[in-house]
Structure formats: structure tokens, C-alpha cells
């Protein structure tokens, strides 16, 4: 697939790496261009040491470009470019940056429309776990206001980066299940592929109608590591 990414954080670092791995190509975009070009760089060099990869920026008008394989590289973009014509694109900013990010990402010209857009944001309180967002709201249906057309799908909120860079067949640790909502089944279908190629099993738990209660348990799991408790031990085991 060709995947965009917004953002140049830990999490856009980790996902892109698992993608290239598993033989995709990424497009990066970032606030800040030397930060998606450091990101490309390292995803290149993930990619050249598991299979053919690429990485560097397509061609411009007066600044040629380095093209590589498609489904083997990793390119830094800008925003704009990053959620152009792609299969899916992953918006790995801080809640507080989304609307920002998805502004440069032209998400309001419609730029977004029909493709999957996921959703890892997590709106809560740092070291308490409330919620910041307005009752009855969610950050994916905020994201959904956003970027018209787009098909949201919630995934990827509830474990910390390091999850993906590791996955469960490399050091026998068990298979992950990454809850997603979601209304488009095609949008479901295409987010669980990448999921599982990152080492998840993907689960849908239902629509965006259920989303906010998929987004309250990320902050259920935040207050409980951050009071001393394993959010595990806090979760009956069902048989």
C-alpha cells in the first residue's frame, strides 16, 4: 500500500517502520520538513536492511527528485502531498495538533475524501486520564468534522509505540488485540491489514456511535499506570 503519515513523532517513527517492513511505501509530512526528512532517512535504512527500500523526496519542478520502488521506500512531503492519492493515512499528531496538521494536509478541500484516515489520538489529561473533550464528543468524530469524506477509523490509542517496533513473532511476547470503530467496512478492512502487519489482531468494536467509549478506555488505562495500578490486573479474565 502507499501509506501517508502526518506527523514525525514515536509513533509515526514505529508504525512507518513495521509498514516498510511488511513492504509498503510511506509518505511523511510534518510541521517541520528537516524533521520528515530525518524520519524518511531512517525509514529508508529499516527498509534497505529487510528488503529493497528508497528513501528521499519525489521530484519537484526545478529540484529532481530520487524516484524509488513503489511498496519499498519511504519519502518525506509535505503535508499536502503525504494524503494525496494514498490507501490510507495515519494522523499520528497530538490531540491538540490535529486541527492544525489536517489544515496543512488541505483536509478541508475534500484532499482526504473516500481514503482511511486513522485515528490514535489520544484527548485525555496527562497522569490523570479525564477526558478533554466536550461531553457526548470523541476526537474521531472531531477528525470525521474535519476531513470531510474522509473514513475515519479509530486504532493504534491504546499502546505505546514501542508495541509496534518489536512485533509478538520476534521475541514470543502474545499477539495484541488493537480495538477499532469505524463506519466504512472497507476502511475497517484496509486498517486491520496494517494492524496485523505490525503484529496486532485487529477487532472491531463497533461504529463511530461507539467510539467515545473505545477513547474513555484509553483514559481508564492512563489513570490507573499513572496511580501505581496495572490497568491488567483491573480487567476480569473471560473464559
Known amino acids: 500500500m502507499r501509506i501517508g503519515i502526518l506527523g514525525t513523532g514515536t509513533l509515526a517513527a514505529a508504525l512507518g517502520e513495521g509498514w516498510i517492513r511488511a513492504g509498503h511505501e510511506v509518505w511523511i509530512g510534518g510541521r517541520s520538513q528537516d524533521k520528515a526528512d530525518r524520519l524518511a532517512e531512517r525509514l529508508g535504512s529499516v527498509g534497505r536492511l529487510g528488503r529493497p527500500g528508497h528513501v528521499g523526496r519525489p521530484g519537484r ?38 486541527g492544525d496538521m489536517l489544515g496543512r494536509a488541505g483536509a478541508a478541500d475534500g ?18 486520564g479525564d477526558l478533554l473533550t ?5 476526537m474521531a468524530t472531531r477528525i470525521a468534522g474535519l476531513a470531510p469524506g474522509a473514513h475515519v477509523v479509530k486504532a493504534f490509542h491504546l499502546f505505546p509505540a514501542g508495541q509496534w517496533t518489536s512485533p509478538a513473532d520476534d521475541d514470543g511476547r502474545p499477539q495484541v488485540t488493537v480495538a477499532m470503530c469505524g463506519d466504512d467496512p472497507a476502511a475497517l478492512r484496509i486498517v486491520g491489514e496494517l494492524v496485523r502487519d505490525v503484529g ?31 490497568p491488567n490486573s483491573a480487567i476480569p479474565k473471560v473464559s
Open 111 to 128: 484532499v482526504l475524501a473516500g481514503t482511511p484516515l486513522i485515528d490514535p489520538t489520544n484527548a485525555v489529561a496527562h497522569g490523570v
Open 61 to 98: 519542478p526545478g529540484r529532481p527528485g530520487r524516484p524509488g520502488r513503489p511498496g519499498q521506500g519511504a519519502f518525506a512531503v509535505t503535508p499536502r502531498e503525504a494524503v494525496t492519492g494514498r490507501d490510507a493515512v495515519l494522523l499520528a499528531v497530538s490531540w491538540d495538533g490535529v
Open 134 to 138: 466536550e461531553r457526548g464528543e470523541s
Open 200 to 230: 496486532g489482531a485487529p477487532a472491531t468494536l463497533g461504529s463511530l456511535e461507539r467510539v467515545r467509549q473505545l477513547e474513555e478506555v484509553a483514559g481508564f488505562v492512563i489513570g490507573l499506570a499513572f496511580a501505581g495500578v496495572d
